[in-house]
């Protein structure tokens, strides 16, 4: 969910200042899945460029009518539109002690465009710690069933999955009873689309945050509890070694 959130946090992570976290990955790698968790666990909100673009697409507004088409034919929303995107969610209040990103930068410019917007202090609502960045990979075979098996509440957002985590009741949110929904990006012939775009245009934005450190690289083939676990721990190592 990209919506502003309730900024009391569940657990003893409330301590902890989580800061900026990036979420990289191929589609249908667990982003959405992992940024949920961590967005429970730690208090801080989850922005998805993917859920902003598809409630822009729901609200029919110029943006939404012009990511549409690239959307379903599985190519990128331009640069400079996602960015301001971006930029407007980023100032909201309540990303003062971190958010996740979740789907962005996806292209180098965009990786750019944000380092030089956190640099500047122009997004960083008060705090300075740096982006840290993780990578969860999948093999291509896994993220395929992944995608076509994926189901999404259209209420809460919850995300469920036919073959690996399916609702109770077949086709029906558990928690909003809602009947759930596929995406229409998500058949196969659209994720090798999407796998493209990957490969030519996110996969040099993985190696950026490589070399900048604060990064690492996350076995995202375990259960969703144990890949939470490892993000968790990477980022916990990461934020006290940039100490
Ligand atoms: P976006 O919505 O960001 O899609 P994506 O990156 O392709 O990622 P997904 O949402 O498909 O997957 P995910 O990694 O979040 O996986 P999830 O947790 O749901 O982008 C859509 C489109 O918008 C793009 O194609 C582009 O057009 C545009 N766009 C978005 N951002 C953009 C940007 N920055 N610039 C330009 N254009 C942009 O999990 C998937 C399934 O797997 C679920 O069913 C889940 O239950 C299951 N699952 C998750 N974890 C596990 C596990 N550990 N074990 C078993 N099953 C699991």
Same mark, same amino acid.
């Given at each position: 969910? #990209? ?24 589609? $249908? ?18 922005? #998805?460029?993917? @859920? ?7 609200? /029919? ?13 599985? /190519? ?19 990303? #003062?002690?971190?958010?996740?990103? @979740? $789907? ?21 609502? $008060? ?8 990578? %969860? ?36 949110? @558990? ?9 229409? @990006? ?26 900048? $450190?604060?990064?690492?690289? %996350?076995?995202?083939?375990? #259960? ?20």
């Amino acid at each position: 969910m #990209s919506t502003a959130v309730d900024l009391n946090p569940v657990s003893d992570e409330a301590t902890f200042l989580p800061g900026p976290l990036l979420l990289l990955g191929a589609p $249908g790698v667990g982003k959405g899945t992992q940024a949920q968790a961590l967005m429970a666990e730690f208090g801080i909100p989850q922005i #998805s460029t993917g @859920d902003l673009l598809r409630d822009h697409r729901a609200r /029919q507004t110029k943006l939404g009518m012009l990511a549409e088409n690239l959307m379903s034919q599985g /190519q990128l929303v331009p640069d400079d539109l996602v960015n301001e995107m971006v930029a407007d969610r980023l100032s909201q209040p309540d990303t #003062s002690r971190g958010y996740i990103l @979740d $789907g962005f930068p996806r292209t180098l410019p965009q990786a750019e465009w944000l380092d030089t917007q956190l640099a500047s202090g122009h997004l960083s609502k $008060g705090q300075t710690l740096p982006v840290v960045a993780l990578s %969860i990979k999948v093999d291509y075979e896994q993220l395929l069933r992944r995608i076509v098996g994926r189901r999404t509440c259209p209420v809460c957002k919850s995300i469920y999955n036919i073959f690996f985590n399916p609702p109770r009741v077949e086709g029906i949110c @558990d928690v909003e009873g809602a009947a759930l929904v596929q995406r229409s @990006d998500d058949s196969e012939e659209v994720f090798a689309e999407r796998m493209k775009a990957f490969e030519q245009q996110t996969a040099p934005v993985i190696e950026h945050y490589r070399s900048q $450190g604060r990064f690492d690289e %996350i076995e995202g083939d375990q #259960s969703v509890e144990q890949v939470t676990a490892s993000i968790k721990s990477a980022l916990r190592r990461l934020r006290q070694e940039s100490k």
